[in-house]
């Protein structure tokens, strides 16, 4: 089995903690910000609380996607328990119903905080779950990490570009992953491992269509 292949993937374990380091980094971020929403009040500061809604549901839906299009994928191979992808991908598509609920809200509606108190809980659940099992069962052998890191980081600049979010944020946005690696993952994904990153991120993101 996959096991004990330590030959072309014995440097895999690098790039996997890379990965969840970062998802774990977007992860504290976001959950900060639902925090920070509870102290808003959409009466008083409806620009505000509009601005932090906007801002927390593109960066739910670039990590998402990532994790949709590259990580699960991935991880569904390195897994015990594929059910947890099953019910990771399950409540994506939940999160997602109330993000486009969102989007067609403002502070003036009167469920718009309700609305994002509601996402905020479902997506703290989701990121327990994504850190308590799902990331402490991967392991090393079961997919091409380096790849997948790779592909991830260079979908992520491609996602924030296209969302209009400011992609030198990638190293401040997540200082937790910034201090404890991307550092070198980051300036390789934009070299000479781009094209074939891009590449086959394109290609899953069509297969997935
Ligand atoms: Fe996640
Ligand atoms: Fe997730």
Redo the contacts with the bound molecule.
Sequence with gaps: MATRNTSSRSSGSGSKNKITAMLKADHKKVRKAFKDFEKLDPQEDPEACQALVTQTLAEIEV??EL?EQLFYPAARGAIKEEDLIDE?EV??MTAKVLIEQLKGMGPDDEKFAATFKVLGEYVNH??QE?EGEMFKQLTQAGAEWDTVLEEMLAQREQLMQEKGMPVEAQADEAPGAARAAPRSAGARAGSEARPQAAGKASRSRSEKQ
Aim: proline share 0%; charged share 35%; no cysteine.
């Design positions: 990590h998402a994790e990771a409540e994506h989701h990121i994504e």
